[in-house]
């Protein structure tokens, strides 16, 4: 069966860090992207960040560009969010998903439809 199961997500202050971790089974992270999208109360799901399970290449939003690093364990099958000077407004469910893809990250990766396999979710909150 074919998953990914986010974890780390927490109540953390401003200019705090985090680790979000991304389990995959089922599949290896070769040959895909694995993107890390995040979704506020009342708002449209976002992407984050972007990392090729094939040569590690990343993608990142804008809005997190210097602070937020993906990168992937293929020996583990592991992907992670290293999110770094945390802001009130990066307050989210955070999820991990994937799809079979090799080519450029950023052609596909800001589209949620793009991928087929999703992770539950896990909270972050960011607040003094």
């Known amino acids: 069966q074919v998953q990914v199961v986010e974890s780390g997500g927490g109540l953390v202050q401003p200019g705090s860090s985090l680790r979000l971790s991304c389990a995959a089974s089922?599949?290896?992270?070769?040959?895909?992207?694995i993107a890390w999208f995040r979704q506020a109360a009342g708002e449209e799901r976002e992407l984050v960040s972007c990392?090729?399970?094939?040569?590690?290449?990343?993608y990142h939003a804008d809005s997190v560009k210097g602070r937020f690093t993906a990168s992937r364990d293929n020996a583990n099958n592991m992907v992670y969010l290293q999110m770094n000077s945390l802001k009130p407004e990066d307050s989210a469910v955070y999820y991990c998903?994937?799809?079979?893809?090799?080519?450029?990250?950023?052609?596909?990766?800001?589209?949620?439809?793009?991928?087929?396999?999703w992770g539950q979710g896990t909270q972050v909150t960011v607040s003094s």
């Open positions: 089922g599949f290896t992270l070769d040959y895909h992207a």
């Open positions: 990392v090729s399970g094939t040569d590690g290449a990343t």
């Open positions: 998903a994937a799809e079979p893809y090799i080519g450029t990250l950023s052609l596909v990766c800001s589209t949620p439809s793009f991928f087929r396999t």
